[in-house]
């Protein structure tokens, strides 16, 4: 029996790749890109690589018995990330691969930073007096520039800015690295907190901060605080009481380069990727009890040993689509309807774009579809004006919807025939007070497409 596992950084499974890793006991290797949820051959970000070649050694080796080689590949391959501006989408994310011949690594060594009231403390740092503790109640706002849980990196879903998120966390930075710093696996954040409520979570962020201040979010942890001690035995929190809770983040390979700044980023919410407590939580933090922890890897020669052949694929398929003849018609016209907000008053509503659109078969005969509308597609002539109404003591009318709701159209297309829809009418049923009447078209256009 043997085991291989792919993924990248930015898909939602990459953590599974590590725990295969750690606890299988039979022949194993795991691969990581800085793709998102694609094959590596065709993965984006890129680069993609000839993962077809590969899987090809490791059935080879496995199945037929032939020397391949790829058991002289490290346990872990992996794309050590450089640094890049936030956005969210990359058609390629620099960096190098890297290669490890067991997992957990021995080299790789925890470096634990210690928290300020407002600092990620650096080797040699004092802290400052100030603060024992600091506070946050997170808006629901937090997370919106998270992207996906799961990317397919092909639409723009990548995290953006995290300064954009910063404003409603709690913000440790360190002063810019004096030189460059490379992780590889989980980073962690030790924290003593307190929260308001029994039921709280803990959204933590790590980011790579540029001279500029922009801020490139890395990697992130989500942690339900009941489940400090138990995921099989939940247990609320006393409000109030401080706990030491581990944080775990998800693993990450990153480059932060020199000149650049860490940033942890504490939040008490994180939608949408994360269901937010049933109330809101206001959560302490106590930094001198708490600290970041990071999985430091030192650069190695043997790292440019590590290579792949190009992406191969086979070629597509030839598809010849076939869609059934329709034709997609809209008309203008006038759409008279009472306004509940008006006692005794008359509208009649004018259409100035395309308030009905429908699909029909350009088979001939008499045929019903239902049509649907753009939004707001009518525009009102009313009287009296509000202006008009004070002046005759009557109270001033209500503000009037845009157009009048319409839950469902049904068109009647009798003996239509291709090029001519100036005989349909609409009628709009009845709802929310309006009374159902009928559309009567002035002027009609129609589109058929070719299949």
């Known amino acids: 029996m043997s ?52 899987t090809l050694r490791w059935w080879d080796h496995w199945l037929k018995e032939l020397d391949t080689g790829v058991m002289q590949e490290p346990m872990l391959r992996a794309w050590m990330q450089d640094s890049v501006p936030p956005t969210t989408q990359y058609l390629e994310r620099p960096g190098r691969w890297v290669g490890e011949k067991t997992w957990p690594a021995a080299d790789i060594l925890e470096a634990a930073y210690p928290l300020d ?55 440790f930075e ?14 962690r954040v030790e924290l003593e907190l307190s929260c308001s409520q029994p039921v709280a979570m803990v959204a933590a962020r790590l980011s790579d901060v540029a001279p500029d201040g922009k801020a490139t979010r890395v990697t992130y942890g989500l942690f339900n605080l009941t489940h400090r001690d138990s995921h099989a035995e939940p247990k609320p929190l006393v409000p109030g009481r401080r706990y030491k809770v581990r944080v775990p983040m998800n693993n990450i390979g990153q480059n932060f380069p020199a000149g650049h700044r860490l940033r942890l980023s504490l939040s008490t919410s994180y939608w949408a990727l994360a269901w937010p407590p049933p109330r809101p939580v206001r959560m302490r933090v106590y930094p001198a009890a708490s600290r970041l922890v990071l999985p430091r890897r030192r650069p190695r020669p043997e790292d440019g040993n590590i290579r792949f052949e190009p992406p191969q694929g086979a070629r597509p398929t030839h598809v ?38 429908w699909t029909w078969p350009t088979a001939p005969g008499t045929g ?84």
């Open 3 to 54: 085991g291989n596992a792919g993924g990248g950084w930015a898909d939602g499974y990459t953590n599974s790749i590590f725990r295969l890793l750690e606890y299988l006991r039979v022949p194993r290797q795991g691969l990581i890109g800085p793709w998102g949820h694609k094959y590596p051959h065709l993965g984006a970000p890129g680069p993609a690589i000839g993962f077809l070649q590969e």
């Open 117 to 171: 009231s407002s600092r990620i403390l650096m080797a040699g740092e004092a802290p400052c007096p100030g603060d024992e503790m600091v506070e946050i109640q997170s808006p629901l706002s937090v997370g919106l520039f998270a992207g996906k849980w799961c990317s397919y990196t092909y639409a723009p879903d990548l995290p953006h800015d995290q300064r954009e998120e910063d404003g409603g966390a709690l913000v």
């Open 174 to 187: 360190s002063a810019p690295l004096v030189k460059d710093l490379e992780i590889l696996g989980a980073p």
């Open 320 to 357: 010849k689509i076939k869609e059934p003849r329709t034709t997609t018609g809209w008309c203008t016209g006038t759409w008279p309807w009472t306004n509940p907000y008006w006692k005794s008053s008359r509208m009649t509503a004018s259409s100035i774009s395309r308030p009905s659109i």
């Open 368 to 451: 019903i579809a239902t049509a649907t509308t753009t939004t707001c597609p009518l525009r009102a002539r009313h009287a009296p004006s509000a202006s008009s109404a004070a002046a005759t003591g009557r109270c001033a009318p209500q503000p009037a919807p845009c157009s009048p709701p319409i839950p469902s159209i049904s068109i009647s297309t009798p003996s239509w025939t291709p090029g001519r829809a100036t005989s349909a009418s609409t009628r709009r049923t009845g709802s929310a007070g309006f009374p159902a009447t009928t559309f009567e078209p002035v002027g009609c256009a129609v589109r058929t497409n070719k299949p």
